[in-house]
C-alpha cells in the first residue's frame, strides 16, 4: 500500500499528514513549535528504527531524517529530545537541538540542521561553538549540517528510492534465504546477492526493506544504486532461530 500523503490547515499552518502504521510520536519534543507562518510546513516522519512519527519542521530536515533512516550506523534518534541551558554574551539562552542521534557503537550525536546561509552569521558561529563546548564536555558530538551535507548526491537520491521499499517487511522465509547467501558465499554487491536468492531485479525493493531494517548495508554514498552496489553485513543471523 502507498503512503498517502494529505496536506490540511491546522491553527494557521499547513501540516503534512502522513498515513502510518505508528501512532505515537516518540519520544515528546523539548520546545513546542510556534509559527505566524501560514505557509510553513511541518509534518511527521515515519520512522522503522524509532517505531514512531518522527516530527520535522523544514525540507532540510525532512531529507536530514531520510539519511538518518538509511544510515546503518545509527540505531535510535530524536527530534528536539532535549533543551540545553548555555551563556552566551552574559546572557542565558535556551539551546533545542535539531535531532539526537544515538549510533550502534555507543556514540550519541547532536545534530543541528540549518542553511548555508544562516550558518555564515558570525554570531549563529559564535554560538554553536559555545554549545558544541557544551556538548563535548558530557561526551556528545555536536554535528552542524547544512544543504551541501545533507543533498549531496547520489546519497539523497538513493536514501529516497530506499524508503519507497519501507513498507516491504521481509519475510521469515526471506531472511533465512539472505543469511544463508551470506554465510556460503558472503555477496559482494546487490547483483550477486540477487543472483544467489534467484531474484528477479523487479523484486529488488524487497532487499532495500531488508537493508533498511539493518539486515545488512548499501553503498548509498558511491553511486546510484545498482546491482553493482556494493554490500556488507555484520547481522547476527544466527538470532534469527533464538
Known amino acids: 500500500m502507498k503512503t498517502k500523503r494529505v496536506l490540511r490547515r491546522v491553527n494557521a499552518r499547513r501540516v503534512c499528514a502522513v498515513k502510518n502504521p505508528y501512532p505515537n510520536v516518540n519520544p515528546p519534543r523539548a520546545r513546542k513549535v510556534i509559527t505566524r507562518s501560514t505557509s510553513r510546513v511541518i509534518g511527521l516522519f515515519s520512522s522503522i528504527k524509532n517505531r514512531a512519527l518522527v516530527p520535522w519542521e523544514s525540507s532540510l530536515e525532512f531529507d536530514c531524517l531520510r ?45 543541528e540542521v540549518k542553511f548555508e546561509a544562516d550558518v555564515a ?16 564536555k558530557r561526551g556528545i558530538d555536536f554535528r552542524l549540517m547544512t544543504e551541501r551535507d545533507i543533498r549531496r548526491e547520489p546519497l539523497r537520491a538513493n536514501a529516497r528510492l530506499m524508503l519507497e521499499a519501507r513498507t ?33 531485479t523487479e523484486r529488488r525493493g524487497e532487499l ?35
Open 121 to 136: 552569521d558570525p554570531e549563529q558561529q559564535a554560538r554553536f561553538a559555545i554549545i558544541a563546548k557544551a556538548y563535548k
Open 67 to 111: 539519511l538518518l533512516e538509511t544510515d546503518n550506523s545509527v540505531a535510535l534518534y530524536a527530534a528536539q529530545p532535549e533543551v540545553l541551558d548555555y551563556e552566551f554574551e552574559g546572557k542565558s539562552r535556551r539551546y533545542y537541538p535539531d535531532f539526537r542521534v544515538e549510533h550502534h557503537n555507543g556514540r550519541t550525536e547532536i545534530i
Open 208 to 242: 532495500y526493506g531488508m537493508a533498511l531494517r539493518g539486515f545488512f548495508t548499501i553503498d548509498l554514498t558511491t553511486a546510484p544504486l545498482s546491482g553493482d552496489s556494493l554490500i556488507a553485513s555484520d547481522f547476527k543471523y544466527s538470532s534469527l532461530g533464538e
Open 168 to 200: 516491504l517487511n521481509p519475510s521469515p522465509q526471506m531472511k533465512l534465504d539472505v543469511a544463508n547467501a551470506f554465510a556460503r558465499r558472503p555477496p559482494r554487491t546487490l547483483g550477486e546477492l540477487e543472483t544467489a536468492l534467484g531474484f528477479p
